[in-house]
């Protein structure tokens, strides 16, 4: 089935580590995207890219870096710059462009410690 | 810029109540504009849009019209059931090449029985 994947679903990480969550999509969707997901703060992008080799900051990037080697994947580094990490990372595809709708992986739960 | 602000939850409801979930939009020109579920633990799945004033859109149950003269998505269910307990995001794309998603806060919905 098609799909994206999210991992790992936990990751737990000791602050000023560097860590990096997966995200693969077998859609075959152009654009791909980062949320991140706090209580009442609802969704804020992170980085998203319309296409391969190419990405674009969202309102969020600080303390995050990401790449877009492959049409299928679009790994997120949450660095240590990053002041407050915790949170649940969301990604998302899309195929034409969003007024098709995303469709989103089931998310990571990142806990720094 | 652009924005979503959605009433604030969480929405506690009795078995087959009648729903209504509020939210408003800031855009220049004329978004489209989607309605987002969440289940726990999961990502979020579209659950309706609507792409151009007056338009409605629909699905299992759920209802909202784009309303250009208000600047409203408000979503609706006429009877809600316990398995629609979940997080709803309201969101926008301002239709233009390039860009992502905005969404609101989420509302919380819990139905009990």
């Known amino acids: 089935d098609g799909g994206i994947t999210q991992s790992p679903k936990y990751l737990f990480r000791k602050e000023g580590q560097n860590v990096t969550l997966s995200c693969e999509q077998n859609l075959n969707h152009d654009a791909m995207y980062w949320y991140r997901q706090d209580p009442g703060q609802g969704l804020r992008l992170i980085y998203y890219?319309?296409?391969?080799?190419?990405?674009q900051k969202g309102d969020i990037a600080e303390g995050y870096s990401v790449s877009r080697e492959k049409k299928e994947s679009f790994p997120l580094t949450v660095t240590s710059a990053q002041k407050n990490p915790t949170a649940f990372y969301l990604c998302a595809s899309s195929g034409t462009g969003p007024l098709y709708g995303y469709t989103f992986g089931s998310g990571t739960r990142l806990t720094v410690v | 810029g652009n924005s979503v602000t959605q009433m604030e939850g969480p929405v506690t409801l009795s078995e087959e109540a009648f729903l209504t979930i509020n939210c408003t939009y800031t855009?220049?020109?004329?978004?489209?504009l989607f309605w987002y579920v969440q289940y726990p633990g999961e990502g979020l799945q579209l659950l309706l849009k609507?792409?151009?004033?007056?338009d409605k859109g629909s699905n299992k149950g759920f209802e909202a019209t784009y309303r250009k003269e208000t600047t409203s998505f408000h979503l609706e269910k006429g009877s809600v059931q316990v398995s629609d307990s979940a997080v709803y995001f309201c969101?926008?794309?301002?239709?233009?090449?390039?860009?992502?998603?905005?969404f609101g806060k989420g509302t919380t919905l819990s139905v009990s029985s």
């Open positions: 855009a220049t020109g004329y978004p489209s």
């Open positions: 609507a792409t151009k004033a007056d």
């Open positions: 890219s319309q296409i391969v080799n190419d990405f």
């Open positions: 969101a926008l794309w301002a239709n233009q090449a390039g860009t992502a998603l905005i």
